[in-house]
Structure formats: C-alpha cells, structure tokens
C-alpha cells in the first residue's frame, strides 16, 4: 500500500524526515491520504518548520525504514485530521542548514538508537527514487 510521509529538502543530500517525540520514542506518520498529509505539513509550517514536501512510498519501505533507525510508525486513516501538538521540541535531530554531511541525516540520533549502515541507507534511497 502506498502511504504518504513529510521529508525535509527532499532528493538532497540533507533530506531529514518528520518525526512526532510521544513519550521519548520517534514516530512516523504514514498518511493514507496525500491531501491529509499536505495539510499537516502546511500546519507545519504555520509552527515555523521548514517547508515540507510530501512523498508516496510503500508502506512497507517506511516500515523497514522505521525498524532499522529505532523509529516507530503510525498510520493515519484517511480523513482523520492529523494535528500537530501544539509544543515543538527545541533542539530537532536535524538541521535543515547543515552542508551535504558524509551520512545520511536518518543517522543522526544522539541518544544512541540503532543507526543504519550506509550500503542499507543506499539501498532503501534506490529504492524510494525507483517508487518516483
């Protein structure tokens, strides 16, 4: 099933994905429909984030992708309307600034989450373009 998901200066070697922080834990929203997802984004950026841009990829993919950074992932039904909590986190995992790292952006976490190798994170970037 394709589901849709909020990335960050997507297609760049800085692409970072949105994530919510519930109770310490990571999560992922997978959108069923693209039009609730692109309202959440625009309710993103009435909170100040970066533009976001709204990608279909298989469910699946996203899930793996999940599992192998330490993630979790929810799926929001169609027509239930998503709202961003209203506290944002201080300091984001990412820096939608920062020059083209070495790495993936997914490989950030300080906490010390499972991080994916790079050859897993070229595989499933081949894989999300080949989706496009």
């Known amino acids: ?6 990335l960050f200066n997507a297609r760049t070697e800085n692409e970072g994905i949105h994530t919510l922080k ?8 997978m959108f069923e429909n693209e039009d609730d997802a692109c309202r959440f984004g625009l309710m993103l ?3 100040d984030f970066p533009a976001a841009t709204v990608e279909a990829l298989e469910q699946e993919e996203i899930e793996e992708f999940c599992q192998g950074a ?3 992932c929810k799926l929001v039904p169609e027509g239930f309307l998503a709202i961003p909590p209203e506290q944002v986190v201080e300091q984001l995992d990412w820096d939608p600034n920062a020059p083209s790292p070495d790495s993936s952006p997914w490989e950030q976490a300080e906490d010390g989450a499972t991080n994916l190798s790079q ?6 970037r081949q894989q999300f373009e080949n989706l496009l």
Not at 1 to 6: I, P, Q, S, T
Not at 22 to 29: A, I, N, P, R, S
């Open 1 to 6: 099933m394709v589901v849709y998901v909020l």
């Open 22 to 29: 519930v109770e310490g834990q990571d999560v992922v929203l």
């Open 45 to 47: 950026e009435a909170q």
């Open 70 to 72: 330490g993630y979790e």
């Open 119 to 124: 050859s897993d994170l070229d595989r499933l």
